[in-house]
Protein backbone atom coordinates (compact mmCIF):
# COMPACT_ATOMS: atom_id res chain seq x y z
CA UNK A 1 0.00 0.00 0.00
CA UNK A 2 1.27 3.49 -0.90
CA UNK A 3 1.72 6.08 1.22
CA UNK A 4 2.58 9.74 1.18
CA UNK A 5 2.58 11.14 4.89
CA UNK A 6 3.39 15.04 5.12
CA UNK A 7 4.32 16.33 8.48
CA UNK A 8 6.00 20.20 9.86
CA UNK A 9 2.48 22.29 9.35
CA UNK A 10 1.73 24.53 11.68
CA UNK A 11 1.68 28.25 12.54
CA UNK A 12 4.11 31.19 11.37
CA UNK A 13 4.31 34.54 11.62
CA UNK A 14 4.80 36.41 8.29
CA UNK A 15 8.20 36.63 7.32
CA UNK A 16 9.30 32.88 9.16
CA UNK A 17 10.07 29.76 8.47
CA UNK A 18 8.79 26.09 8.12
CA UNK A 19 10.01 22.75 6.58
CA UNK A 20 7.29 20.54 5.47
CA UNK A 21 8.64 17.12 5.06
CA UNK A 22 6.72 14.19 2.85
CA UNK A 23 7.54 10.50 4.04
CA UNK A 24 6.86 7.79 1.22
CA UNK A 25 6.20 3.95 1.72
CA UNK A 26 4.82 1.21 -0.24
CA UNK A 27 7.01 2.54 -3.64
CA UNK A 28 10.28 2.66 -5.14
CA UNK A 29 10.41 6.54 -4.86
CA UNK A 30 13.72 7.24 -6.61
CA UNK A 31 11.43 6.58 -9.65
CA UNK A 32 9.22 9.15 -9.01
CA UNK A 33 9.24 12.81 -9.52
CA UNK A 34 8.05 14.52 -6.31
CA UNK A 35 6.36 17.59 -6.38
CA UNK A 36 4.39 20.27 -3.50
CA UNK A 37 0.98 21.59 -4.20
CA UNK A 38 -1.34 23.68 -1.68
CA UNK A 39 -5.14 24.65 -1.64
CA UNK A 40 -5.65 27.81 -0.33
CA UNK A 41 -9.56 28.36 1.59
CA UNK A 42 -12.28 28.54 -1.32
CA UNK A 43 -9.57 28.33 -4.18
CA UNK A 44 -8.49 25.49 -6.13
CA UNK A 45 -5.45 23.35 -5.38
CA UNK A 46 -2.12 24.90 -7.51
CA UNK A 47 1.45 23.90 -8.09
CA UNK A 48 4.41 25.01 -5.66
CA UNK A 49 7.08 23.35 -6.76
CA UNK A 50 9.08 19.91 -7.75
CA UNK A 51 11.96 17.54 -8.51
CA UNK A 52 12.68 15.19 -10.43
CA UNK A 53 13.41 11.39 -9.85
CA UNK A 54 17.30 11.87 -9.98
CA UNK A 55 17.00 15.79 -8.08
CA UNK A 56 18.68 17.09 -11.61
CA UNK A 57 16.13 19.10 -12.24
CA UNK A 58 13.53 21.79 -10.12
CA UNK A 59 10.08 23.52 -10.92
CA UNK A 60 8.86 26.13 -8.71
CA UNK A 61 5.24 28.53 -9.03
CA UNK A 62 6.48 32.20 -9.44
CA UNK A 63 4.73 33.09 -6.38
CA UNK A 64 7.40 31.32 -4.08
CA UNK A 65 10.74 31.25 -6.01
CA UNK A 66 13.05 32.50 -4.10
CA UNK A 67 11.66 31.86 -0.64
CA UNK A 68 10.77 28.16 -1.15
CA UNK A 69 13.73 25.45 -1.42
CA UNK A 70 12.09 21.74 -2.64
CA UNK A 71 14.75 18.90 -1.75
CA UNK A 72 14.59 14.92 -1.75
CA UNK A 73 16.57 11.93 0.12
CA UNK A 74 15.66 8.76 -2.01
CA UNK A 75 17.76 6.75 1.03
CA UNK A 76 14.85 8.14 3.52
CA UNK A 77 12.33 8.40 0.64
CA UNK A 78 11.64 11.43 1.65
CA UNK A 79 10.66 14.92 -0.06
CA UNK A 80 11.04 18.32 1.66
CA UNK A 81 9.75 22.03 1.32
CA UNK A 82 11.73 24.46 3.57
CA UNK A 83 9.55 27.37 3.50
CA UNK A 84 11.42 30.57 4.25
CA UNK A 85 10.03 34.12 3.70
CA UNK A 86 6.67 33.18 4.52
CA UNK A 87 3.21 35.74 3.83
CA UNK A 88 -0.04 35.50 4.95
CA UNK A 89 -1.13 34.73 1.51
CA UNK A 90 1.24 30.98 1.42
CA UNK A 91 -1.81 29.79 4.20
CA UNK A 92 -2.87 26.42 2.53
CA UNK A 93 -3.44 22.69 3.14
CA UNK A 94 0.04 21.42 1.82
CA UNK A 95 0.23 17.92 -0.52
CA UNK A 96 3.17 16.25 -1.58
CA UNK A 97 2.44 13.91 -4.49
CA UNK A 98 5.07 11.46 -6.30
CA UNK A 99 4.91 11.66 -10.41
CA UNK A 100 5.91 8.01 -12.23
CA UNK A 101 7.36 5.84 -12.64
CA UNK A 102 6.73 6.25 -16.36
CA UNK A 103 5.67 9.59 -15.90
CA UNK A 104 6.98 12.75 -18.46
CA UNK A 105 8.31 15.94 -16.38
CA UNK A 106 5.41 18.06 -16.31
CA UNK A 107 5.32 19.30 -12.73
CA UNK A 108 2.39 21.99 -13.02
CA UNK A 109 0.20 19.09 -14.34
CA UNK A 110 -2.23 17.45 -11.43
CA UNK A 111 -3.35 14.58 -13.65
CA UNK A 112 0.46 13.45 -14.28
CA UNK A 113 0.63 12.59 -10.17
CA UNK A 114 -0.30 9.41 -9.03
CA UNK A 115 -0.05 9.60 -5.32
CA UNK A 116 -1.01 12.11 -2.86
CA UNK A 117 -0.83 12.58 0.78
CA UNK A 118 -3.21 13.57 2.89
CA UNK A 119 -2.03 17.15 3.50
CA UNK A 120 -0.39 19.56 6.17
CA UNK A 121 -1.75 22.90 7.15
CA UNK A 122 0.17 25.70 7.39
CA UNK A 123 -0.91 29.04 8.46
CA UNK A 124 0.98 32.75 8.41
CA UNK A 125 -0.23 35.28 10.84
CA UNK A 126 0.04 38.90 9.74
Known amino acids: QVQLVESGGGLAQAGGSLTLSCSAS????????GGWFRQAPGKEREFVAAMTRSSSATRYADSVKGRFTISRDNAKNTVSLQMNSLKPEDTAVYYCAASGPFSRWQPEEQYEYDYWGQGTQVTVSS
Open 26 to 33: GLTFMSYH
